[in-house]
C-alpha cells in the first residue's frame, strides 16, 4: 500500500511535461540545444517604424521556461531587458475580464481574428470598429480605455500592476522607448480616434492611446515573460509567488483569443506547428502557453514580415516539439484493428 503511494506521488510530481518523460535536465539541455541552433539565424530585421527599436543589439537572444509548479529553465541573454509590447495586450485584457467580465469585451471589440496587419485602419472601417480582437491595435488601444480608474494615474497603476502580478515583480517603463513611439505613433493616435467615432471607445481616445502606448514599454526579460505565460498555464496563480492574479474562469477566453490572433495575419501557420496559445511583440518577445503544464517565452529583436520574432519562433517550435507539448499531438490509444474492408 505503502508502495503504491509513494508511486503515485513519484508519478504526479515527475511530469508536467506532457506525455514525454523529459525530466528537468531534459529541460534544460533542450533550451540549450534550442539556444544553440538558432543563435546564428540571421533572418528578419529589428522593428524600425519605432526608432529606439531599431538600437536594440540584434543578436540578442533569451529563452526560458517556467512550470506550473513554478521551477525555472533559462539559457541565452536571460537578464536583458527588452520592452513587452503587443505582448502586453493579453495582461491588460485580463485585466479587463477580471474587472468587467467578458461581455464588456465580446459585445464591444469582440474576439475574431481580422485577418489584417495589426495596425490596420482598413479592418475597423471594413467593421465599423466591430469584429476586432483585443490583441490587434484597434482592439488593444479600445481594450485599454475599458480599464476602470478616475484619471489617467489611477488607471495606470492598475495596469502595472497586473503586469507586475504576472510577472511576480515590480515592473517599470522603458522611457526610451516610450518617448520615441509617442513621437511616432500617428497611426495609433488616428485608429483611437477611428473607435472613438465607432463609439466602441467612450473615454477619452488620446489618453487611451497614450496609456497603451506606455504599457507596450514596459520593460521585462526573458523569464518574466515565461512567469506571465506560466500563470496563465496555471489558470491565473503565479506558480512562482502562489498569488491569485486573475479568476480561473478567465484563463479560457485569453487563451482562446490568444490563439486565434496571437501573432496577428501569421497565427494559423503558427498555431499548425505548436498547437499553442501566443503572442509576440515588436520587442522580439514570444510567448506561449501549454495550458496546465507550462509557459515558455523567448526573446530576440529580429522580426519577420508580420512583426513577430523569427528566432523566438523557431526557438519555441523546437522546444514544443522536443517536449511533446503540442495538445494536438494526439496519441492513439488501445490496439487499431484493420477490418477486413479497410487499408
Ligand atoms: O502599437 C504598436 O505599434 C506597438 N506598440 C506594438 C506592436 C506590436 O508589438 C505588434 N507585434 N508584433
Redesign the pocket.
Known sequence: MKNIAFALILLSSVNVFARSTSSASDVKSTLSEAHKKFKDLKDGKNADYIPALKKVPSELFGIALVTVDGKVYTAGDIDKQFSI??ISKVFTLSHVLQESGEKQITDTVGVDATGDV??SIVAVEKNKGHEMNPLV?PGAIATTSMVKGKNADEIWNKIINVHSAFAGRPLEVNQEVYKS?SETNQR?QAIGKLMEAYEIIKTNPEQATDLY?RQ?SINVNAKDLATMAATLANGGLNPVTRTKVIDQKHVKGVLAVMSTAGL?DNTGQWLFKTGLPAK???GGGVIAIVPGKFGIAAFSPRLDDA??SVRAQRAIEYITEKLKANPYDIQPRGEYVIGKDER
Do not use: I, L
Open positions: 509590447q503587443s495589426f495596425n491595435n513611439e495609433n502606448t507596450c496577428y509576440s511583440g515588436v512583426g513577430n
